[in-house]
C-alpha cells in the first residue's frame, strides 16, 4: 500500500483562489517531497522539507510538516490556470521514496 | 545536460516477450529509481539504486530485474511481459544525503515510456 495518501482527491477552484492539499503518511520519514505533474507528463519536483523542519517555503508554495500527527500540508496562493496538474506528496525513508496518490487541481480562468 | 533519458517512448509487447526499458542520467546522481505509474494513480517504486552495483527492491519489484553497472545507466528489464504490467514507466535520479538526516533529495524524472503488453 502507498505511504502518502493526499486530500482531497480533486480540487476546483477560480483563479486567484487559494488551494490547499493535505497529505498523510503512516512511517517515520527522512523528508517529505512534493510534486506537480502534468496530463502525461514526468514528475517536477516543488518542494523538499526534511525531518527536522516545520515550514518551508518557495515562491507562491508553502509547505508544512507536522511530524506528530505524520502529517504535510501544500498551499498554493493566487492560483493560475498553469497550476491546473496533479500534486503528489512523496516521503523518503530509508532511501525509498514514497508516492501518495495525488490531488487532481482545476484552475479555473 | 540531456538530464534523465528513457527510451523507448513507447512499446507494444505480446504476453511473454521480454524487454529493457533504458534509462540514463548525465547529472553524476548516485540514486536512481524506477517507477510504474497506472491510471488516476501515484506511482509505485519498482526497483533503486544507492550507487553502482547497489540495487534494492521497492514496493513492486516483481516481474522486474535491474542492474547498475555505471553511475550513469539503470536499464529495467521485464522477464516476461504480463498484462498486469501494462503501464507507464518512469525513470528519476538524484543526489544522496549520507548524513544524519540522510536520504534522498530532489528526484528529477525522465519523460517516461508507455508500456501496452497484450
Known amino acids: 500500500s502507498q505511504q502518502g495518501e493526499e486530500d482531497p482527491q480533486a480540487l476546483s477552484i477560480q483563479e486567484g483562489e487559494n488551494a490547499t492539499m493535505n497529505c498523510s503518511y503512516k512511517?517515520?520519514?527522512?523528508?517529505l517531497q512534493w510534486y506537480r505533474q502534468n496530463s502525461g507528463r514526468g514528475l517536477v519536483h516543488l518542494i523538499l522539507i526534511r525531518s527536522n523542519e516545520r515550514e518551508k517555503h518557495s515562491g507562491r508554495l508553502r509547505v508544512t510538516l507536522d511530524t506528530s500527527k505524520k502529517s504535510s500540508s501544500l498551499l498554493i496562493t493566487a492560483s493560475r490556470a498553469a497550476d491546473t496538474a496533479s500534486y503528489f506528496c512523496?516521503?523518503?525513508?530509508?532511501?525509498?521514496?514514497?508516492f501518495g496518490s495525488g490531488t487532481r487541481l482545476l484552475v479555473r480562468p | 545536460n540531456a538530464g534523465v533519458t528513457q527510451t523507448p517512448k513507447f512499446q507494444v509487447l505480446k504476453t511473454g516477450q521480454s524487454m529493457t526499458l533504458q534509462c540514463a542520467q548525465d547529472?553524476?546522481?548516485?540514486?536512481m529509481s524506477w517507477y510504474r505509474q497506472d491510471p488516476g494513480m501515484g506511482l509505485r517504486l519498482i526497483h533503486y539504486?544507492?550507487?553502482?552495483?547497489?540495487?534494492d527492491q521497492g514496493e513492486v519489484p516483481n516481474g522486474y530485474n535491474v542492474s547498475r553497472s555505471t553511475t550513469e545507466d539503470f536499464p529495467l528489464r521485464l522477464l516476461s511481459a504480463a498484462p498486469s504490467q501494462t503501464s507507464v514507466y518512469f525513470c528519476a535520479s538524484s543526489y544522496l544525503d549520507r548524513g544524519i538526516a540522510g536520504g534522498g533529495n530532489e528526484q528529477f524524472f525522465g519523460p517516461g515510456t508507455r508500456l501496452t503488453v497484450l
Open positions: 512523496a516521503t523518503d525513508s530509508s532511501y525509498k521514496l514514497i
Open positions: 547529472m553524476n546522481h548516485e540514486y
Open positions: 512511517t517515520s520519514i527522512n523528508n
Open positions: 539504486s544507492v550507487g553502482a552495483g547497489i540495487t
